[in-house]
């Protein structure tokens, strides 16, 4: 139990140290500052309260009418500065908390989309939900850490007022209060440990939940037009299903625990009054002072038994904690993990583009694709990549993007960012039709005569007029045919022009004329262009072609004298 404490808090500290030592530090520190004195002054103002109570029953058991005024004009004055204080703890709590989602909410965003980090861990069985991870557990971790933090530091005031005003009354009582808190502590440590993995379990679980839905509404023409709705239903309704069964595992767990801390706290308005009745009887002490130690009593044991008041919410705080430093550590290292003995394809960035003896790996090193590839494309000329489904065709590509490195051999290229990969289905950017024009470079400022005149280009020329102009904004991806999409996708390429294109498939979806169209407008660019097709029409617009065979080999040869198999 020592270690999984040990190793929680490494966890927890790794994710929340940078932030305090960041270049938001000082105000971090400065507003953390002022909730510990407003703690302070709040610990100060319950232990003076305490007092009131105490002088309002001794006035009233006394029937002292002028000491029992004086007393309620006192406790009304505290309550005055009590209220903003209260307030203002609460706004510059939730300020900090939000402050701190912010910055830490964009540092991870930074790992998540550097070196493409959100593209290497898609696959990463160990990672489900990174959307989940990012919005809701970041969020739960800063708001909790603070609530914890702060009933941390306000359980030590308080401890330190109210013990004194214990001590004062009995030390007896002192000793039942310590014992007491102790032997809670373990039970209740003892009995709900079960918890933090099951409430691990459910988070990933509901979000498992909420992911099929999602995919469902993204899918919903696919899975209509396939009449898939049972299968559907029936896949959403596991999902839900296993859901319920971890939470219901859950409350029962928590059920046990709350046997016992149920009358754990039930036991806490008797004790003190029990331990100080025969005092009272003796005439040793007055009744505002049992009253008095009745309320130090709770307050103090409330101090020492944060984990027996909190442990459900600790153990759901804890699973946060450890999904977050899993993410973390995954994002951290998603680029940098290499298979023991494993070998990767070098990459030069160079003017030009060509394979030197590529030998392509899938990425966990089952299965070679090719083998001994070696190919090099001059300026305008353009390369037509064909083979039989599954031979390594769009493999290829991904290895000369650089999201696979699995192999041997050397892939010289361009920057990145003087290429452009056009995959089948396009990528449908949220935002407006300008946008989807101008992307990946939104930013660039382009006359809108120019967007329609390639608009015209690509037999699109109605679309603006159709969706509501330039700035429409609309869900794309659904509003859109994949063949409109495409056209759309090469409007893209035409725009940027860029030294290389790539294009999988990228006119899968159209007819030949429309094909036609866009090839030769493509090659009235200085864009050098490699394609991947199954097409006999897509070879004239090339000037070689390369033929994976699904063996591993491959044969490169002029256009002219490439024969299409059908």
């Known amino acids: 139990m020592n270690r999984f404490n040990r190793q929680l808090w490494q966890r927890f500290w790794a994710i929340a140290k940078p932030y305090w030592f960041s270049n938001e530090k000082w105000s971090a520190r400065g507003l953390l ?46 309550i005055v500065v009590a209220i903003p204080l209260v307030v203002f703890f609460n706004y510059i709590q939730k300020k900090l908390s939000l402050y701190w989602r912010r910055w830490l909410t964009n540092q991870f ?96 679980k509901e979000a498992d939940f909420r992911y099929g839905l999602v995919h469902v509404r993204d899918h919903a023409e696919s899975i209509a037009f396939y009449q898939g ?40 308005a008797l004790l003190p009054f029990v331990v100080l009745a025969p005092a009272y009887f003796a005439g040793q002490i007055q009744l505002g002072v049992v009253i008095q130690a009745g309320i130090a009593f709770s307050q103090v044991l409330s101090a020492l038994s944060v984990i027996v008041s909190r442990f459900e919410q600790l153990s759901a705080f804890a699973a946060g904690v450890n999904r977050l430093a899993l993410f973390d550590w995954t994002l951290d290292t998603a680029s940098k993990t290499l298979k023991e003995g494993a070998t990767v394809i070098d990459t030069v960035v160079d003017s030009k ?65 003087e290429m452009l990969f056009l995959p089948q289905r396009p990528y449908m950017v949220l935002g407006s039709l300008r946008s989807q024009l101008l992307y990946p470079n939104t930013n660039r400022e382009i006359l809108e005569d120019k967007l329609y005149l390639v608009l015209q280009q690509v037999n699109l020329t109605d679309l603006p007029e159709r969706v509501g102009g330039l700035d429409a904004e609309l869900d794309w991806a659904n509003i859109l045919s994949l063949g409109e ?82």
């Open 33 to 78: 500052a002022i909730l510990l004195v407003l703690a302070l002054v709040a610990s100060g103002l319950s232990v003076l309260l305490s007092f009131m109570n105490r002088n309002l029953i001794n006035a009233l058991e006394q029937k002292n009418i002028e000491s029992f005024y004086r007393s309620v004009w006192i406790f009304v004055g505290v």
């Open 109 to 204: 965003l930074n790992e998540y989309f550097q070196n493409r980090a959100y593209y290497q861990i898609n696959s990463d069985p160990n990672v489900d939900n990174p959307d989940q991870r990012i919005s809701e557990d970041i969020n739960s971790f800063t708001k909790v850490s603070l609530d914890f933090l702060l009933i941390v530091l306000t359980s030590v005031t308080t401890l330190i007022g109210f013990i004194g005003v214990l001590g004062s009354i009995s030390l007896t009582l002192v000793i039942v209060l310590v014992v007491y808190a102790i032997a809670g502590t373990v039970i209740t440590v003892l009995i709900g440990k079960r918890l933090i993995g099951l409430n691990f379990n459910q988070l990933r």
């Open 229 to 268: 709705e049972a299968q559907e239903f029936e896949e959403v309704k596991q999902r839900f299903n296993e859901a319920y069964r971890n939470f219901d595992r859950v409350i029962a767990w928590e059920r046990n625990l709350s046997f016992f801390t149920t009358g754990y706290n039930y036991a806490i």
């Open 353 to 417: 583009l060509a394979l030197k003896h590529i030998t392509l790996n899938t990425p966990n090193y089952q299965k070679i694709l090719v083998r001994d590839l070696s190919v090099a494309l001059s300026p305008k000329e353009g390369l037509l990549i064909v083979g039989q489904s599954g031979c390594g065709k769009s493999s290829l590509l991904r290895a000369i993007a650089g999201l696979w490195n699995a192999g041997t051999g050397c892939i010289i290229r361009p920057k990145l960012e």
């Open 485 to 566: 999409q495409q056209r759309l996708a090469f409007a893209r390429l035409l725009l940027t022009q860029p030294r290389y294109a790539i294009l999988d498939e990228a006119t899968s979806a159209l007819d030949s004329q429309n094909e036609d169209r866009l090839y030769r407008q493509l090659n009235k660019t200085a864009t050098t262009f490699i394609s991947v097709g199954h097409r006999a029409s897509l070879v004239q617009y090339h000037q070689y072609v390369l033929a994976l065979t699904g063996d591993t080999t491959w044969q490169l040869l002029p256009a002219q004298s490439y024969t299409f198999s059908a």
